[in-house]
């Protein structure tokens, strides 16, 4: 009796001093959580692959691919695409090798090929994917404009405000704005220099109203609003265009991939399956075949970009 209470004391002395460990650790995993943001500690990264992508990003070298990054709305670093693009061509090696049973050297210059060919498209068809995104924005950015200045804010502080609550990527063109702003840089030409940067039809529209109505007066707010509910139907009207055209859109993608597929399963079921295309007339087969493919998806790619 006597053992099996003791028993009974120690698990249950052990269950509450696990719960009061527990609340403690939670407690302090809280407390370190609201002393970084209040502070704003920076969490350091030890990996020294890590640190060296970090050092690439910073260098002159790695400047035009994040802006290509950026142009393309793609959430990387240069260190991190790059990073990302070893990882794509080893697994590219090992599927192609193991999967299809391919020669290494084969393996080796398709899977380049690949990448080289799936950057470039991946760029193109993203090109301008960071102006259609603050594109998107603009509606929402009109509309905080007119409620600023109808409450009676000036356009500066209309602008100050749309950088506080305005999302990526105009977050930053905006904070960009402001900042220019509270230097003593002249409105137009900090308007104008943000117009540049941009260089999209909406926001330019936008800037010429703003402008416009900065220079000959009246009820900005209004126009404000007014803008902001066209460009909401107009973006409406894309959103349609773009669903009624997604079943083309998606073939393009589907026709070059399929008979890549059917072929390297083929090269898995039958061994030298593929060795004609390595001759003479194979590799013009080849060639004829690539630039098919090419022009079939740039063909249906151009037919389903409806411009407004």
């Known amino acids: 009796m006597t053992v099996a209470l003791a028993t009974t004391v120690s698990v249950l002395s052990f269950l509450i001093g696990i719960t009061f460990y527990l609340d403690y650790r939670k407690g302090k995993r809280d407390w370190r959580k609201q002393a970084e943001e209040f ?106 404009l007119a409620n600023a200045t109808r409450s009676g804010m000036t356009l500066n502080q209309g602008i100050q405000l749309v950088a506080q609550e305005i999302n990526e990527p105009a977050k930053a063109e905006f904070k960009q704005l402001a900042h220019e702003l509270s230097l ?41 609003e007014e803008m902001s509910q066209t460009l909401e139907d107009r973006q409406i009207l894309k959103q349609e265009i773009k669903t009624m055209t997604a079943e083309q859109r998606y073939i393009s993608y589907l026709v070059p991939v399929i008979p890549v597929f059917l072929v390297l399963m083929m090269n898995n079921i039958i061994d030298g399956f593929l060795d004609p295309l390595l001759s003479g007339i194979g590799i013009v087969i080849a060639l004829l075949f690539i630039g098919g493919t090419v022009a079939t998806f740039l063909l249906v790619r151009k037919v389903t970009n409806i411009r407004m």
Request: proline fraction near 3%.
């Open 39 to 144: 502070y704003q500690v920076e969490e350091r990264r030890k990996s020294f692959i890590v640190l060296w992508g970090d050092r690439y990003d910073q260098t002159e070298a790695a400047k035009p691919m994040f802006n290509k990054l950026r142009a393309a709305n793609i959430p990387l670093t240069p260190s991190e695409f790059i990073g990302a693009q070893i990882v794509t061509f080893m697994g590219l090696i090992f599927v192609l090798s193991n999967l299809f049973h391919l020669d290494f050297l084969i393996s080796f210059i398709i899977s380049i090929l690949f990448l080289e060919a799936a950057k470039k498209l991946i760029f193109l068809l993203r090109k301008n994917k960071m102006k259609e995104r603050m594109a998107e924005q603009l509606p929402e950015i009109c509309r905080i």
């Open 184 to 224: 003593g840089i002249e409105f137009n030409s900090a308007l104008r220099s943000m117009d540049s940067r941009i260089n999209n039809r909406e926001f330019k529209l936008f800037v010429a109203t703003v402008l416009i109505q900065k220079k000959a007066g009246g009820n900005l707010s209004a126009i404000l």
